[in-house]
């Protein structure tokens, strides 16, 4: 049987009596084009949502309707009046795929809302617009609405093991997809699609970057468990389809995360040597044989030569060379190649590993791959000071890796909204070419480029956890789209759906939202820098959630003299890695901005800073700061009793209560540890109460 599961953002609650009307002139008649499986979406999307919104589906027609005074028209600019006789149809065909266009016109005495889009996808895309304003009461009597997707992919990379259905850095039980039962398809597969079209979402690769085998057989196949290079398996191939004939209906392409050794484990050769004709072949064929079964396969994503995982360096080829084989086996279909820059070298200092692996074959990727670079370089901590590599691969296809599950920021429990994380990362100036370049521009400039965010669902009621992280999911798409929307829109828009009408509750909830990334930095860090502080667990799937700073000293660089890790051109060389000036700024204490500052500098616990406090000072300040404010946080929660429903209001309490209390472990523990290497007192007296 099915479990059920919360709508999200997709409630469609009634909207105000006061708005009713106007909405249901304009959208109780609806003609929708014939076609593509894409329109069904349409069709039933505006059934469900006018229905919910308006308290009745609308009228669809197989033709304009005359008797009425007004009426929506979807379709392609050529292929029905009124849109090809009342939009530019040049203009419409023009716009990147997704963009659509909304528009008020009249049209022979009838008032008409017309909706184009140069792909089906637009389309749907364009009917979720729609909704989406109706659902927050926005006017829709005069639209002139033009959108495209800044970014041209958008993808969401589960981390689900097939089979064994768990997930990796999951925190929201078992994943959603089931590969025993597939080629039957759930109901869940519909609705997780929706959600994801919903906010301009166009790809899933349903399965984890750990494909579980090495090239060579191991004493430790345990970990085939996670058997992800099994999914290239004619077999489950058919499954894929399965999968991809749902998520189609909404626009969005299915992929495949591949093992790198697939042709020993799977094709039987003797090499997976990219430079070998053999594996060429091989790879040629396994990709023609994948289209015969997916056509619009989106493509592969790779993880090489990574945390046990196999990749061109067992045959000591670079990243290039691996990547290009199946870079080439793409060649004539419409897919891509979304390789990794997650990976060690022998650098002591992690934070410079992944540039030098990359940053010296910029240009050598085939134009069918794209290089995925995650947003910092360490490992999704909550806050990170920007991947230099994205000012230093202009001739190459760049895809920007961002994690939408909080592993580092308390994981299913905690609220903390990545968002204004997100827009710091995309706002971020790279000064690439000797000018302002944001990686949003870095990103936005090249072909096959996107972003990729490791996916947050999983079997559980609210999808994410925690209803408060859904909000991930939602703004993860917005931003994609349009990385140009502030994070106070986004949480609102996302509050006001999910959340109703109330004024009170949404000015509450998106408060909340938007002041947790702060306090989910200043609880885990202190504010200045530090990071990866937390406790790795005995298992293979560590726990990264609990507090344990003694166990990887090398990140914070505690001593009795000082703190922070010398990542200056002098130190590891991370700050040198970046373009100018950002080199200069990082490398100067007094310039480097104070809350990267241990990051790049060791310096004394009683360093001043511009206000005259003192580095273990201010350490101090901010892990109580971010404690307290959770604190708020929760009261600002409680206080909502009554003004939202019941069962998510319990549900977020619960989740409230945890997370104060996880949030005074982690500034006790700091603040004790800091104590201890420092022996220099909180000047407030405020001793750990643990
Ligand atoms: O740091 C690690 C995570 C792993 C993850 C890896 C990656 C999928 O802890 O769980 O593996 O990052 O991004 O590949």
């Not at 996107?450 to 925690?466: C, K, L, M, Q």
């Not at 000082?562 to 051109?569: H, K």
Request: glycine share 10%; charged share 30%.
């Amino acid at each position: 049987f099915e479990t059920t599961y919360d709508d999200c953002w997709l409630r469609y609650d009634r909207v105000d009596d006061a708005l009713r009307p106007g909405y249901r002139r304009r959208l109780t008649h609806a003609y929708v084009s014939e076609g593509a499986p894409e329109l069904g979406a349409v069709r039933a999307e505006l059934r469900r949502g006018l229905e919910g919104l308006l308290g009745r589906e609308p009228h669809l027609w197989q033709h304009p309707p005359r008797s009425v005074d007004s009426f929506l028209a979807i379709g392609h600019p050529e292929e029905m009046r009124p849109i090809s006789e009342t939009i530019d149809v040049d203009e419409a065909w023009n716009l990147a795929d997704g963009g659509f266009l909304i528009r008020t016109v009249e049209w022979e005495g009838q008032e008409c809302t017309v909706l184009t889009a140069s792909s089906d996808r637009g389309l749907v895309y364009g009917t979720f617009h729609l909704l989406r304003l109706v659902a927050t009461g926005e006017p829709i009597d005069d639209l002139d609405v033009r959108e495209e997707p800044a970014n041209e992919n958008r993808i969401v990379n589960h981390w689900d093991n097939p089979f064994r259905r768990s997930v990796e850095r999951g925190y929201a039980g078992q994943s959603i997809f089931d590969w025993e039962r597939l080629p039957d398809v759930r109901e869940r597969y519909f609705d997780y699609a929706r959600l994801l079209a919903s906010v301009g979402i166009d790809g899933v690769v349903p399965n984890n970057v750990n494909t579980g085998i090495p090239s060579r057989p191991t004493e430790n196949d345990a970990v085939a468990d996670r058997a992800g290079w099994q999914l290239l398996a004619r077999e489950n191939l058919e499954k894929l389809e399965a999968l991809a004939s749902v998520f189609r209906r909404y626009g969005i392409r299915i992929y495949l995360s591949v093992n790198y050794a697939a042709p020993i484990r799977l094709g039987g050769l003797e090499t997976a040597d990219p430079l070998d004709p053999g594996v060429r072949q091989w790879w040629k064929d396994k990709v023609d044989e994948i289209y015969e079964i997916v056509p619009d396969f989106g493509g592969f994503l790779v993880k090489a030569d990574s945390e046990g995982q196999p990749g061109p360096y067992d045959y000591d080829r670079s990243h290039a060379e691996g990547a290009n084989v199946l870079g080439e086996a793409f060649e004539g279909h419409d897919g891509r190649v979304w390789w990794r820059a997650f990976v060690y070298s022998e650098h002591d200092d992690r934070a410079v590993q992944a540039y030098e692996a990359f940053s010296h074959i910029d240009g050598e990727f085939h134009d069918n791959v794209t290089v995925q670079i995650k947003n910092g370089p360490i490992d999704f901590q909550p806050r990170e000071p920007i991947s230099t590599l994205f000012g230093a691969m202009p001739e190459t296809s760049l895809g920007c890796e961002l994690q939408l599950t909080g592993e580092y920021t308390g994981q299913g429990v905690h609220t903390a909204s990545h968002v204004p994380m997100w827009k710091e990362i995309l706002e971020f100036d790279t000064h690439g070419d000797g000018e302002e370049r944001t990686v949003k521009d870095v990103l936005a400039d090249v072909e096959g480029q996107g972003i990729a965010g490791v996916g947050v669902v999983g079997e559980d009621e609210s999808w994410t956890g925690n209803h408060l992280l859904q909000s991930n999911l939602y703004g993860f798409g917005r931003l994609c789209w349009d990385p140009d929307l502030s994070s106070e829109e986004i949480t609102r828009e996302w509050a006001r759906q999910t959340f109703g009408g109330d004024e009170q509750v949404v000015e509450t909830v998106t408060d909340i939202l938007l002041d947790s990334w702060h306090a989910c930095i200043d609880y885990h860090t202190g504010g200045l820098g530090l990071m990866h502080m937390m406790y790795n667990g005995e298992e293979a799937l560590e726990n990264h959630y609990d507090p344990a700073p003694w166990e990887w000293p090398e990140y914070h660089g505690a001593t009795a003299e000082g703190i922070g890790v010398d990542r200056t051109s002098s130190g590891s060389g991370y700050a040198a890695q970046y373009r100018d000036p950002l080199t200069e700024l990082y490398d100067d204490p007094e310039s480097c901005p104070e809350e990267l500052l241990l990051f790049f500098h060791h310096l004394p616990w009683e360093y001043e800073l511009t206000d005259g406090t003192t580095v273990i000072q201010r350490l101090y300040d901010n892990l109580h700061a971010g404690a307290a404010t959770v604190d708020d946080l929760r009261e600002r929660w409680l206080d909502l009793e009554g003004s939202v429903d019941e069962r998510r209001h319990r549900h977020v309490t619960a989740r409230f209560d945890e997370h104060a209390l996880q949030a005074k472990r982690w500034r006790d523990t700091l603040c004790t540890y800091f104590y201890e290497k420092s022996g220099v007192p909180d000047e407030r007296g405020r001793v750990p109460t643990e």
